[in-house]
T-cell receptor
Framework: GENVEQHPSTLSVQEGDSAVIKCTYS??????FPWYKQELGKRPQLIID?????GEKKDQRIAVTLNKTAKHFSLHITETQPEDSAVYFC???????????FGKGTRLSVIA | DVKVTQSSRYLVKRTGEKVFLECVQD?????MFWYRQDPGLGLRLIYF???????EKGDIPEGYSVSREKKERFSLILESASTNQTSMYLC???????????FGPGTRLLVL
């Protein structure tokens, strides 16, 4: 089955700097890659996703890139702000009856 | 706006008690999921369901069972609660496997 590895487990950046979180997956059939953000005490919420037919997707300060050959995808946050501090989860799945497989999460701290 | 609700935010139970955690979604989603979240271990899938009366084991089903009698409701049952089941339990629903999962607010369960 699918296995998703996420790095780093913790990340501290200065406000205004960029943050990058990387994930690798094992199942070459996976075709949907969402990213979830979980603020302290809150539920995980989708912030961006990418499907296997595109290599990059942007939404304001966040972007996700996908390299299908290498089987890895990354989340990029530019101009980080204190409200970006949270735990971020990547996930992968292919269509069918298999559920999303999540990475173990990255705790991002943005230092003002 | 999708709404996923869970019956309790906090729950304290005794070892050996039978515990019911309920999850309700209002968006007519086919798929529903139960996760437990522990520090450093990410989101681990306990059970999922792609249809009424249907259930599939996730990665850590031992000690748990589920029930899905109606499309909108997915219940997690701890047959005989143990201290190692102290955790945060998150329910989620989605329209399809390759679509956004919407999470409930979570139930923090303490088993004494």
């Amino acid at each position: 089955g699918e296995n998703v590895e996420q790095h780093p487990s913790t990340l501290s950046v200065q406000e205004g700097d960029s943050a990058v979180i990387k994930c690798t997956y094992s199942d070459s059939a996976s075709n949907y890659f969402p990213w979830y953000k979980q603020e302290l005490g809150k539920r995980p919420q989708l912030i961006i996703d990418i499907r296997s037919n595109v290599g990059e997707k942007k939404d304001q300060r966040i972007a996700v890139t996908l390299n299908k050959t290498a089987k890895h995808f990354s989340l990029h946050i530019t101009e980080t702000q204190p409200e970006d501090s949270a735990v971020y989860f990547c996930a992968a799945v292919h269509s069918g009856n298999t559920p999303l497989v999540f990475g173990k999460g990255t705790r991002l701290s943005v230092i003002a | 706006d999708v709404k996923v609700t869970q019956s309790s935010r906090y729950l304290v139970k005794r070892t050996g008690e039978k515990v019911f955690l309920e999850c309700v979604q209002d968006m007519d989603h086919e798929n529903m999921f139960w996760y437990r979240q522990d520090p450093g271990l990410g989101l681990r899938l306990i059970y999922f369901s792609y249809d009424v009366k249907m259930k599939e084991k996730g990665d850590i089903p031992e000690g748990y069972s589920v029930s899905r009698e109606k499309k909108e409701r997915f219940s997690l049952i701890l047959e005989s609660a143990s201290t190692n089941q102290t955790s945060m339990y998150l329910c989620a629903s989605s329209l399809a496997a390759v679509e956004t999962q919407y999470f409930g607010p979570g139930t923090r369960l303490l088993v004494l």
